[in-house]
């Protein structure tokens, strides 16, 4: 159990370019999930995969933002035409799924800072 | 929807004395789970605690033990023997047993503690 992965850890970029981060989680972890976190707030609730399939989507998860878990393993978050309200930390975490309280295992995050 | 509510944004305690944090929460909902996470500075967030809404009995780990009012909707986190490394911040949340939709937290906004040697 190596924990669950986050690259990159920082990422700085313009507004209007696209960024994609990557999410390796626990292994045999059927459950992944994405949140974001912004200074001073709780982490958010973004979007959630069973093995391959998106379940969840936040409403914070606007057009520009798309997620993919295509072999049920990694997970990439993409936003496309980054704009400066999306700088924020994003989490991601993931889970067992076995019974209904299975806890989530966190990632260091990606710091996402758009200038 | 439900909302998580921590008053104290930030609070400190001598090493080795008791502190309390508060935590309300909003639900129309009879039965779910209430967390609370511990993020330390720059590291991963991890699980301290975790309550189930059905059972009476108080959760406790080790140093770490909750108050749980289900009627006041109330959650708070009682650490004992505070120790320098307990030093984070520290996020209530609650998660839904509904069927659909149960596997998202609801996070408050935290509380940071700070231990003073």
């Known amino acids: 159990d190596t924990g669950v992965s986050q690259n990159p850890r920082h990422k700085i970029t313009k507004r209007g370019q696209n960024v994609t981060f990557r999410c390796d989680p626990i292994s045999e972890h059927n459950r992944l999930y994405w949140y974001r976190q912004t200074l001073g707030q709780g982490p958010e609730f973004l979007t959630y995969?069973?093995?391959?399939?998106?379940?969840?989507k936040s409403r914070l998860l606007s057009d520009r933002f798309s997620a993919e878990r295509p072999k049920g393993s990694f997970s990439t978050l993409e936003i496309q035409r980054t704009e400066q309200g999306d700088s924020a930390m994003y989490l991601c975490?993931?889970?067992?799924?076995?019974?209904?309280?299975?806890?989530?295992?966190f990632g260091n995050g990606t710091r996402l800072t758009v200038t | 929807a439900q909302t998580v509510t921590q008053s104290q944004p930030e609070m400190s305690v001598q090493e080795a004395e008791t502190v309390t944090l508060s935590c309300t929460y909003d639900?129309?909902?009879?039965?779910?789970?209430l967390f609370w996470y511990k993020q330390p500075p720059s590291r991963q967030m991890i699980l301290v605690i975790r309550q189930e809404a059905y059972k009476q009995q108080n959760a406790t780990e080790n140093r770490f033990s909750v108050n749980f009012q289900k009627a006041a909707k109330s959650f708070s986190l009682k650490i004992s023997d505070s120790q320098l490394g307990d030093a984070a911040m520290y996020f209530c949340?609650?998660?839904?047993?509904?069927?659909?939709?149960?596997?998202?937290?609801?996070f408050g906004t935290g509380t940071r503690l700070t231990i003073i040697p």
């Open positions: 975490a993931s889970s067992s799924g076995q019974g209904d309280n299975s806890p989530l295992h």
């Open positions: 949340a609650y998660r839904s047993l509904l069927r659909f939709g149960n596997e998202k937290l609801t």
């Open positions: 995969f069973q093995n391959e399939a998106q379940l969840e």
């Open positions: 639900t129309s909902e009879s039965d779910y789970y």
